[in-house]
C-alpha cells in the first residue's frame, strides 16, 4: 500500500472525559498532537459536528505516512487508555483518483 494513509474518525466524549478538569482535557488533547506527529503524522482536518449531530460531537482527518504509523499512533491511544474517554468510530483509506 504506497502513500499516505488517511483516517476519518468521529468522536463524543464519555462520562470519564468530563470528570477531568479542563487543564487536564487540554493536556491530553495536546499529548494526541504531539503523538500524532512523533510518528510522522498531522492532523488534515478537525470540524465540530454539535450543531448537526447529536451523536457524534466532532470529527476529522489525520494524514499518516504508512501502516506501521497508524498502528504506533493507535498503541499509544491503547496505553494511556485514551478510549475510557471518548467513543469514537474511525475508517482508513487511501487517496482514490477515479478515472
Known amino acids: 500500500m504506497a502513500g499516505p494513509i488517511y483516517k476519518l474518525w468521529m468522536f ?8 477531568l478538569s479542563k ?3 487540554d493536556s491530553l488533547a495536546n499529548k494526541i ?6 510518528v510522522g503524522g498531522k492532523r488534515v482536518l478537525t470540524c465540530t459536528s ?4 447529536e451523536r457524534w460531537l466532532a470529527f476529522g ?3 499518516f505516512p504508512d501502516i506501521e504509523a ?3 499512533f493507535t498503541g499509544f ?9 471518548i467513543e469514537s468510530v474511525s475508517m482508513l483509506g487511501t487517496e482514490w483518483t477515479p478515472s
Open 23 to 25: 487543564e487536564e482535557r
Open 33 to 38: 498532537m504531539e503523538e500524532i506527529e512523533k
Open 77 to 85: 491511544l491503547l496505553e494511556r487508555d485514551h478510549f475510557r474517554y
Open 70 to 72: 497508524v498502528q504506533k
Open 50 to 53: 454539535t450543531w448537526s449531530s
Open 61 to 63: 482527518i489525520e494524514e
Open 12 to 19: 463524543r466524549p464519555k462520562e470519564a472525559y468530563y470528570q
